[in-house]
């Protein structure tokens, strides 16, 4: 599981509250909180 703030790094990620998919692009990318229900943990898919 990761949290908003970190840097994961490139892949997709699924909100936990809500199912809303995330993808991040870059390395350095930052998880935002989701931009669908503000929750603030995600799942790596
Ligand atoms: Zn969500």
Redesign the pocket.
């Known amino acids: 599981m990761c949290t908003t703030g970190e840097k994961p790094g490139k892949g997709k990620y699924k ?1 936990l ?4 998919i995330l993808e991040l692009n870059d390395a350095t990318d930052t998880l935002p909180p ?1 931009p ?4 603030t943990k995600w799942e790596k898919l």
Do not use: R
């Open positions: 909100c509250k809500c199912g809303f989701c669908k229900c503000k929750a």
